[in-house]
C-alpha cells in the first residue's frame, strides 16, 4: 500500500514562499502522474498543480507563475515551491496521483495572514 507523507506548511506572511515535500513509500511514483491538491475551510478539495512522468506541468490559473511543481524520482518525491504566497491561498495541502488513485496522506496546513 502506497503512503504519502507531505511536509512543508506553516505559517507565512503575504507575498511569502514555502516549499512543499511529498515523499511516498510503499510503490514508485516515477510511472505516476503526481499532482498538488489543496483543501480550504468549507471548500471543496481542488487541483493546482501536475506533472507528468516526463516533467511537464500544469497549473490551475491562481497559482500559475507563482507555483513551480517538480519531482525527483530517485527520492521518490514531488514538490511544490509557491512563492508570492496571499492569503487566498490558505489550506491543507495534499499530493496525489493525477486520477486520486492512492489513498490520500494527512496533508500538510499552509497559512499565509499578516
Known amino acids: 500500500q502506497v503512503q504519502l507523507v507531505e511536509s512543508g506548511g506553516g505559517l507565512v506572511q503575504p507575498g511569502g514562499s514555502l516549499r512543499l515535500s511529498c515523499a511516498a513509500s510503499?510503490?514508485?511514483?516515477?510511472?505516476?502522474?503526481m499532482g498538488w491538491f489543496r483543501q480550504a475551510p468549507g471548500k471543496e478539495r481542488e487541483l493546482v498543480a501536475t506533472i507528468t512522468t516526463f516533467g511537464s506541468t500544469v497549473y490551475v490559473g491562481s497559482v500559475k507563475g507563482r507555483f513551480t511543481i517538480s519531482r525527483d524520482n530517485a527520492k521518490n518525491t514531488v514538490y511544490l515551491q509557491m512563492n508570492s504566497l496571499k492569503p487566498e491561498d490558505t489550506a491543507v495541502y495534499y499530493c496525489?496521483?493525477?486520477?486520486?488513485?492512492?489513498?490520500w496522506g494527512q496533508g500538510t496546513q499552509v497559512t499565509v495572514s499578516s
Open positions: 496525489n496521483t493525477a486520477s486520486q488513485s492512492f489513498s
Open positions: 510503499g510503490s514508485s511514483l516515477s510511472f505516476n502522474q
